[in-house]
């Protein structure tokens, strides 16, 4: 296992954990610059981010510091009521396909969406199976276009309180399913993205990590789980102040041979976005050397 504790060269920034500065909404230029300046390496940034200051000059900016990106969030959100909604996902997922290239990403998180309507407030149905085979269909007719692109695509588990409105894949082990249906040969073009929040809790895990191996593991994302937890989606928390036995985990990944970035990623409405965005950076250095 890597030693992280003299150096943060393994440390990306998921440009949400400083989306907000003092709860001010930060342009991702300037995200990428406030990196930069701490020798920050890897970033993942948001394609909402991007398309707000212009994907040309992020992709400049990116190149110009010769930066890399651990991931590039996200696509996903494959089911739909009609043929019409999975024909607009599709598209919307060939163009964020199309953007990670331009980047030069290291894989596309597919967070894969559930039961339509109900991340806006009202399900359209109540058919959980028939969604996680809409998100199988369109991951295989995704992985299609990605592998010609040359682009992996992982699969990011969500924690099972997402199952309603954000992802209907949530553990590693369907997730594995899903990859060895439609890549029996482990290509390296279908994989997992393992972020500790959401799988810390399964019992299955260091088999699941065993099970998936190199060729599956695409990407790793860190934060915290904080009891309690007070929100369901922006309560996260800095590595180290929370249960998750971090360093335990990141052994089982590299066990297995990952050598890629540890990708911060946290979402926090009460407490780290209402930071200075400096504050924030500054302690994900400190925390991913001591608590990584
Ligand atoms: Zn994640």
Not at 73 to 85: E, L
Not at 120 to 135: E, N, T, W
Not at 266 to 281: C, D, P, Q
Request: net charge negative.
């Amino acid at each position: 296992m890597r030693d992280f504790s003299t150096d943060h060269r393994w440390l990306s920034i998921n440009t949400a954990t400083v989306r907000k500065s003092r709860g001010v909404e930060q342009p991702l230029p300037d995200i990428i610059e406030a990196c930069v300046q701490r020798g920050i390496r890897a970033i993942s940034p948001w394609r909402d981010q991007v398309a707000a200051a212009g994907l040309p000059a992020i992709s400049k900016l990116v190149k110009t510091h010769g930066l890399e990106l651990s991931g590039y969030c996200r696509g996903g959100m494959f089911p739909a009521t009609d043929t019409a909604g999975l024909k607009a996902a599709r598209e919307d997922n060939r163009r964020a396909v199309d953007e990670a290239c331009e980047l030069n990403a290291a894989c596309l998180v597919l967070v894969v969406g559930a039961l339509p309507g109900a991340l806006s407030g009202k399900a359209m149905h109540k058919d959980i199976a028939l969604s996680r085979s809409q998100v199988s269909d369109g991951i295989a007719e995704l992985l299609d276009y990605a592998k010609i692109n040359k682009m992996p695509l992982a699969i990011e588990p969500l924690h099972p309180m997402y199952a309603a409105d954000r992802a209907c894949i949530n553990t590693m082990e369907q997730a594995l399913d899903v990859c060895d249906a439609l890549d029996p040969a482990k290509s390296g073009a279908l994989g997992v993205a393992v972020d500790v929040y959401h799988v810390w809790w399964d019992p299955k895990l260091e088999a699941q990590i065993q099970r998936a191996g190199k060729e599956r593991l695409l990407a790793f994302h860190v934060c915290d789980w904080m009891t309690p937890t007070t929100h369901l989606l922006e309560d996260r928390g800095m590595m180290g102040d929370g249960v998750i036995d971090i360093p335990r985990i990141r052994g089982w990944v590299e066990a297995q041979g990952f050598a890629g970035y540890s990708e911060v990623e946290i979402f926090s409405s009460g407490n780290w976005w209402r930071r200075e965005s400096a504050e924030v950076l500054d302690t994900c250095i400190v925390r991913h050397r001591s608590a990584v």
